[in-house]
């Protein structure tokens, strides 16, 4: 039976380094001038042409849901669509469902699930670019700077209203969940919008803000990848709890990418965070250590800015202890894959997602994730299906 567990690591490492390293390289292609811009970009899995091709499923049923109102509002939602990304969420439901039942157990209602926390997670994206008056999403000019803000708040709402449509297919239950990750999305947001250039944001809101805002979608799609595949209560609880912790690992990353990445490689600007004045988890940790931080934390920072409080940051050796937290929920986050009613290959899946989180960090260089290996992972024995 498969357990998680803290000592043989290798196995996961020749994971995520021979088969898995494709997952998240569509978009890294995109971004290279390898593919064209406007293409779609899905997750696809190696060696698992199963896999991948369910996916395939996922992205034709997001166009064909998404062009089905008029040729006007479709050309609204295919917008966001075609920019492509990396389809997490979809494939957490896909893996989810094949965690509880194999590859047979992704019907039509797993497609409809991953479709449909796709489209809240894009209308999510369009009503903050509105906010943060972005011009640019994954390399394209965002809907707002193409129609204005008006079309893209709309465009935005069509998304949802598809997100929904697709829902309430699957049944009240489904339809219940995603309503209450709406709401905890939109709370998670309000709370950070509370908090703009606020240098006393308590990390403990911080905490509260991103389980809101990321991680309850990543749980939903966990939960929702279950629940239509069949799976008992406590499996579908402990996927859901997996999600969530994997969440909150994941956007403490993104913030810690939002001061070292390229910004091609995150598809906005870099210090976007600094600039609209929300303080994440590594400058409120260099404000432990280094309080005079704050007369840098101003309105209209510029570019130099930025870099003075990256290296500011590093100094202060926050943006390892941000990824050393990272690295806790994730390793809480596998734990949680040890339920007996999951399938060890689907597990394996999962803790590749899981895995991946932490890769754009092992190439700027930063010891804490490349010892990620060294802390969690899976024994050789969930080889066997």
Partial sequence: MFAPRSSNLRFAAKLITTNCM????????????????GAATTIGFQPSVETADQLGRVESRLRAVAAEPGERVAELALHGIEAGGKRLRPALVVCSAIAVGGAEAVSERVIDAAAAVELLHLASLYHDDVLDSAELRRERPSANALWGNHAAVLGGDVLLSHAYRVAASL?????????????????????????????????AEYQTSIRGKTAMLLSTSCWLGAVTAGAPPHAADALACFGMELGVAFQIVDDVLDLYAESRAIGKPVGSDLREGVFTLPVLMALQRDPALVELLVEGIDEAGVREVARRVRAAGADRRAVALALDHLHVAFTHLGD?????????????????????????GLPDAARAHDTVGVGPEADAA
């Fill in 22 to 37: 494709r997952l998240f390289g569509g978009a890294q292609r995109r971004a290279g001038g390898g593919r064209d811009a």
């Fill in 340 to 364: 007996p009613g999951l399938r060890p290959h689907g597990a394996r899946l999962l803790i590749a997602i899981g895995e991946l989180v932490l890769h754009p960090l092992e190439r700027l």
């Fill in 171 to 203: 049944g009240p239950a489904e339809l219940r969940r995603l309503a209450q990750t709406l709401t905890a999305l939109c709370s998670g947001q309000l709370a950070e919008s509370a908090t703009q250039f606020d240098s006393r944001r308590a990390i």
